[in-house]
C-alpha cells in the first residue's frame, strides 16, 4: 500500500477525492486529511505519508506555504506531491518545468490513474525531491523564465539548466534529450510538449523528429534536402515547411 494525505479546504471535495482513490486506486491508503498549511503542516509531520494530495488554495494560505514551512522545519521535503489547482496558469507551468504531478479539478479518474501509476514509479526507484527544491526555487522568483528544468528519467530524476540542452530528438512517445556533458537521457513524454514548454527559450522545431536549440545551430546546409549541422555534431534534417520559419530565424540571429 502506498501511503496518503488529502489537504484541501473543502471538506466536499476531500470527499469526492476519497471516492476516487478508493474505486481507481485502492492501493492508496489515506491516512489523513487536512484543511489548512498549519493542520497539513502537523498532519504530515504526524502521519509522514508517502504522497500529498495538496490543493493550491488553502483557507490561511497556499500549498507552496506549506511545503516552504515544511522545507524550513525539517530541512527537505519527504513525500511525493501531487497538487490539485482549478487553474494557476504560471503554477502549471512551474509544475511541468520541476516535474511535478498536478490533477485540474474536476478530477478526471483516468488522469487520476496516470498520476498514481507514476508515483508508485518514482516511489520505488527514487527517494530524490530535489524537484520540489527547483518548484519551490521557481515560486519564490515569481517570473516566467525559468532557469532550470527537471526531467524524470527511469532511473529518478535529474535537474538540467536549460541552456544546456542542444537538442531533443522524438522516438515514438518518447523525447531524448542531448544535454552538453551529460550522457542522452529518455524522457517518456512526447517531444510536442518540449516544443511547448522550450519555446520561449530559443528552441524551434526544425523537423517532426528534431527540436533544437538555436544557440547550438553551427550550420545551415541548403543540399541534400536541407539540414543543419548542431554543435555535437549532429546532422538533423529539415522538414519542408519549416525551411522557409529557419531561414527567417537564422537572419535575427
Known sequence: MTT???IDDDANLRAGMRQLLSIYAPEINVLGEAESVQSGVEAINLLQPQVIFLDIQLSDGTGFDLLEKLAEM???ISSQVVFITAHEQY????????ALDFLLKPVDPE???KVIHKIKKVLAKSDNYAHIDLLLENIRRKVDNFKRIALSTSDGIHLF?????IRCESEDNYTKFYIKNNKPILIS???KEYEELLAEYGFERIHQSHLINLAY???YIKRDGG???MADNSNLPISQRKKERLQELLKTL
Open 227 to 229: 539540414y543543419v549541422v
Open 91 to 98: 503554477a502549471i507551468k512551474a509544475f511541468r518545468f520541476s
Open 161 to 165: 539548466e536549460i541552456s544546456d540542452i
Open 111 to 113: 488522469e487520476l490513474q
Open 4 to 6: 496518503a494525505i488529502l
Open 189 to 191: 513524454k512526447t517531444l
Open 74 to 76: 525539517n530541512g527537505k
Open 217 to 219: 545551430l553551427k550550420s
